[in-house]
């Protein structure tokens, strides 16, 4: 299909006539081949295409004219900037061509949308393309192995969150302990919450034990999320705080009761000296 339209400027001599060739014009299609929607920084971007014709009623691989061009573009929140350009390579099989593009390791790419544009002529018809992908940083595992200290006022879990990517990266990460299971970490509403970052090397673990302060026992809920980019892995843990035991007073020592202290009394005289003097 073919649409065109004409726009009259400020004079009858000033026009402009804009064409759209739809990537299915009557008996071509230009077709994208196992796309990727998000790429990781880092990553290679591979961008197949396959033209078609059609043929006794079916759509059947057929070489182009030439190899098709493509533009690569991305919105830096003013105007359109050019990455690549050029022409694509065909591959073996009949009528598939393929471009790849190295998105740079760099955090400021985290959350840029990549715009790519295709045009082909087969049989001298013009056909077009357009996709766009999105650069979301490298993923991450978080998973809560288990809450270690349940006793007031101290809670403790373990954690371990993973680069699932194929480049380090610095996550944010935050934690909470909840009541509710709608009620996610931040916004002031959480029992307690703590928040820090980690930078984690492509495919490596990183094991930690965070801590919260609570003031009463009850049923409550762990919970972690890690960012990347605007997008986040979360796992949650629900758990019993239970009140410290209230120690047992020790008795005070009870001593035994002492006697008083008795006067020395001489023993009565029995004969000797003294009574025979007596008898004299």
Do not use: H
Not at 3 to 15: E, H, I, L, V, Y
Not at 131 to 149: K, L, Y
Not at 210 to 237: C, D, E, H, P, R
């Amino acid at each position: 299909m073919v649409a065109s339209t004409t726009f009259n400027g400020n004079s009858g001599t000033d026009t402009e006539t804009l064409t759209f060739v739809s990537p299915y014009s009557g008996n071509y299609q230009l077709e994208a081949v196992g796309w990727n929607q998000t790429y990781d920084i880092g990553d290679t971007a591979r961008f197949t295409l396959r033209t078609l014709q059609r043929i006794s009623g079916t759509f059947t691989a057929t070489a182009a004219d030439n190899a098709p061009t493509y533009e690569l573009r991305y919105w830096d929140g003013a105007t359109w900037q050019s990455l690549a350009s050029g022409s694509m390579t065909a591959l073996g099989a009949t009528g598939t061509y393929e471009i790849t593009y190295a998105i740079p390791n760099d955090s400021a790419w985290i959350g840029r949308k990549v715009a790519v544009s295709f045009s082909a002529v087969m049989s001298g018809t013009r056909i077009n393309n357009a996709r766009e992908i999105e650069i979301v940083g490298s993923p991450a595992q978080v998973v809560i192995n288990s809450v270690t200290d349940t006793t007031v006022p101290t809670i403790s879990a373990s954690v371990r969150i993973t680069n699932e990517g194929t480049a380090a990266f610095e996550y944010t990460y935050e934690y909470c302990v909840v009541t509710s299971d709608t009620n996610q970490c931040g916004g002031g509403d959480d029992v307690a919450y703590g928040s820090a970052a980690k930078l984690i090397q492509a495919g490596a673990n990183f094991d930690t034990t965070l801590t919260l302060n609570i003031t009463s026992a009850g049923n409550y809920i762990f919970k972690t999320a890690v960012w990347w980019s605007n997008q986040s892995s979360k796992a949650s843990k629900t758990f019993t705080a239970t009140s410290e035991p209230t120690p047992t007073p020790t008795p005070a020592p009870s001593g035994g009761g002492g006697g008083g202290g008795g006067g020395y009394v001489a023993p009565a005289p029995s004969g000797g000296l003294m009574g025979t003097l007596a008898d004299v």
